[in-house]
């Protein structure tokens, strides 16, 4: 089973991590929804769970679409997913850390999202 999120996961999200931080385009959130279940020719886009909850940071955190919050709630958003995809995951600073320094840097990609995601693993 494909675990996919809808709009009303992430404003909850968004709500709780960005501490009620006015959403100042919508539309960001509506397309990490779509990115992350995103099917090409039959064939999902983003493999695997850790592809998919990259999608979602990625999207959230690069992205701006709320005023200040938008790394808390990608960090949130990938952390939020794993675990209801049923990953157990250990996160703590240095491993929020190195998600952020990855979502910041210019040629971040969802690929090198995920592959930060997977150092969360247990």
Do not use: F
Not at 1 to 7: A, C, P, T
Not at 52 to 68: D, I, K, N, P
Request: hydrophobic share 50%.
């Amino acid at each position: 089973m494909i675990l996919s999120v809808d709009l009303a996961w992430i404003l909850d999200i968004a709500r709780e991590a960005g501490q009620d931080d006015p959403a100042v385009d919508y539309g960001v959130a509506i397309a990490a929804v779509e990115r992350h279940k995103a099917v090409l020719v039959g064939q999902s886009v983003y493999r695997g769970t850790y592809a998919r909850a990259a999608s979602l940071a990625h999207t959230l955190g690069r992205m701006r679409w709320l005023e200040r919050s938008n790394m808390n709630v990608a960090v949130a958003a990938a952390h939020g997913y794993l675990l209801a995809a049923g990953v157990e995951v250990k996160v703590d600073r240095p491993r929020i850390a190195a998600l952020v320094t990855e979502l910041m840097k210019s040629d971040c990609t969802a690929h090198s999202v995920a592959a930060v995601l997977k150092t969360w693993a247990v």
